[in-house]
């Protein structure tokens, strides 16, 4: 018992200490546990193959699906429209949205989506965005609450249920519960927070990002200005035929840019993108993305039997303006630079291979202050360059990882996995509702529902690749939970953990089961202050339920009340991820989260000692 509890004590102050990641810490405390022969390697291990613990894996890979659509998102816009120029209304939308999105996202994943949004909105309206942010991290915590899968210290009180020969708790087991805490949020953060309208506001300098955006990319190189959509007519001579037999970029110095293939069925019509090759053949339905100087792009139009799509004349120029966009879920654009000892040095672009050999386009070049746009496949290529290029993600991040030669700004896989695939949200919102379904009528166990939604969305085409997906899932969260596992066995096993529940029961007991859970919350907010949330329930979900067994009443109310103070605490920046996600946007320092966070903190420490028993009587 005593190793135990060394490692133990060692574990929290490395993880309080904070110069570790706590997965590693959670490692290291695995191994310890293993070499001084309390736990078994099977029984060191055997978080990892928790059913929980892939349950976790699969709902970051739910989160990133709903995030990726822009499900999430559309429905946080139009929900906060209604809040006009109220910040009272503003405040209380915020707070509703967040801790829907919250019952279904990650805390952190719904606080980045949100934190853009809500900035944006709070300026609009006049709002001070110092009252919107903590409440909405707040809230996201709360969002948690409702469901099963909101947050991983609900997930860890089911484990245990489970394991100890009690029922799980069900989907919405928790609802009441979460209901209840996000009232009292709304009611008590409004006044709380207008200590936070005392502060002086500063205008923080930004940083400006180097990585500039596809949008900003085509615009800053003046695609669109020389961009024109074009479409077939009947009859038209090219229909049917291969671009290589054209060769249309030396008869007319055009690059096609992209072709969209209109296909029509009975359920609508789709478009698919893709980038033009040698073997394209023209159908009649397809468009064409073109790029060139207006004059040979009509001379193009007119010998083909070709019409142009967007009819919006300049008023200087009798010409047609692009009036749709580029979509950059799929084929998407970057700057390159060419490095002092290329090889490219002095070759004309249609010579420098990027075509052939990534399968990516030079639709533009960035020379001193100068932008070549025009006839760009005759150029001449020096050191210095920065080139503008089109293709696939996948393709230019083969370029940036494949050529030496040259250096790819920013990181393409990343920037791609920011980019919404808007048309498969109703595809990501169906699958979601399914699952919620199959969990609350028990139509398969909770961790093989939400694996079924997350292979769906996966092959449903909700992200990119299914690197994307993975790239979704925090490890970090994943390993921490598994390995945190075996050390509240080791506690179970040696008696540390009866040695902390006989303390409690022996010195609270006699003032009934109420003082007990008063203070199983009260020690649960304590530790939660200084290491992770999911490492705190782990720890006290075992006591919570040995104390319920010790006095023979319900463990419900104590496990339900473990999750609640593990996931509430508010009294520090750095007890949750979103807390410290709007630390710096919203301008706090530490003490703004004890004067607002640690009274609602307090209060609700205070009200579930006497609501849980209500919804889960003793």
């Known amino acids: ?32 546990l293993v070499l001084t022969n309390v736990l078994t390697t099977e029984e060191a291990l055997a978080g990892f193959s928790n059913p929980i613990v892939i349950m976790i894996a699969a709902l970051f890979i739910l989160g990133g699906a709903i995030s990726q659509t822009g499900l999430a998102g559309n429905i946080s816009n139009k929900i906060l429209q209604f809040a006009g120029n109220s910040s009272y209304k503003l405040f209380i939308l915020v707070m509703l949205v967040t801790a829907l999105i919250g019952s279904f996202l990650s805390n952190t994943g719904t606080v980045a989506m949100l934190m853009p949004i809500v900035m944006s909105l709070a300026t609009k309206s006049g709002t001070n965005v110092s009252r919107l942010l903590m409440p909405m991290a707040y809230a996201s915590s709360i969002g948690g609450m409702m469901t099963l899968i909101g947050t991983p210290p609900t997930l860890v009180m089911h484990n245990t249920l489970i394991e100890a020969g009690y029922n799980g708790l069900e989907f919405f087991t928790t609802l009441p519960v979460g209901l209840i805490l996000l009232a009292v949020g709304i009611l008590m953060l ?32 003046h695609v669109i200005d020389n961009l024109y959509r074009l479409e077939f007519h009947k009859g038209s001579p090219i229909i049917g035929k291969k671009l290589s037999e054209l060769d249309i970029t030396k008869r007319y110095a055009l690059l096609i840019a992209e072709i969209r293939t209109r296909t029509y069925t009975p359920l609508g019509k789709t478009v698919t993108t893709s980038l033009p090759e040698a073997g394209t053949v023209l159908m009649e339905n397809d468009v064409l993305y073109v790029i060139g100087d207006y004059g040979n792009v009509l001379r193009f139009a007119e010998e083909n039997k070709l019409a142009f799509i967007d009819n919006q004349a300049d008023k200087q120029i009798e010409r047609p303006r692009f009036a749709g966009k580029f979509k950059f879920s799929e084929i998407g654009m970057a700057e390159v630079v060419l490095l002092a000892n290329t090889r490219l040095r002095n070759r004309v672009v249609k010579e420098s291979g990027f075509r052939n050999n990534y399968n990516v386009n030079i639709l533009g070049i960035q020379r001193n202050d100068q932008y070549i746009i025009q006839d760009v496949k005759d150029v001449k290529l020096h050191p210095g360059d920065m080139l503008l290029v089109q293709g696939t993600w996948e393709d230019i991040d083969r370029l940036s990882r494949l050529e030496t030669e ?53 092959l449903g085409g909700c992200f990119r690749t299914v690197r994307d997906a993975y790239r979704t899932i925090n490890w970090e969260s994943v390993i921490l939970f598994a390995g945190m596992m075996p050390l509240a066995t080791a506690m179970e096993k040696t008696g540390a953990s009866s040695l902390v529940t006989n303390g409690l029961v022996d010195s609270l007991g006699a003032y009934g089961p109420y003082a007990v859970l008063a203070g199983i919350l009260c020690a649960t907010s304590l530790l939660t202050m200084f290491i992770s949330n999911t490492a705190t329930a782990i720890l006290f979900a075992p006591i919570a339920l040995q104390a319920a067994l010790s006095m023979g009443v319900n463990p419900y109310p104590f496990l339900i009340g473990v999750a609640v103070a593990a996931s509430m605490c508010l009294a520090s920046p750095f007890s949750t991820p979103p807390n410290a996600m709007v630390m710096s946007a919203g301008k706090y320092n530490f003490m703004d989260y004890v004067k607002v966070g640690m009274p609602l903190q307090l209060i609700y420490i205070v009200l579930m000692v006497f609501v849980l028993p209500l919804i889960f009587p003793f």
């Open 1 to 32: 018992m005593t190793v135990t509890i060394i490692i133990l004590v060692v574990t929290a102050a490395l993880m309080v200490w904070g110069k570790i990641r706590s997965d590693i810490v959670a490692l290291c405390s695995l191994l310890a």
């Open 190 to 221: 409004w006044p709380l927070t207008k200590i936070l309208d005392k502060k002086t506001k500063k205008d923080a300098v930004e940083g400006k990002s180097t990585v500039k955006s596809p949008e900003q990319l085509a615009s800053e190189y």
């Open 406 to 458: 040259v250096v790819v700004i920013g990181q393409p896989a990343m920037e791609a996995s920011k980019v919404t695939i808007g048309h498969k949200a109703p595809f990501a919102a169906a699958v979601l509702v399914l699952m919620v379904v199959s969990m609350v009528f028990n139509w398969f166990p909770p961790v093989i529902s939400v694996l079924l939604a997350a292979i769906a969305l996966i």
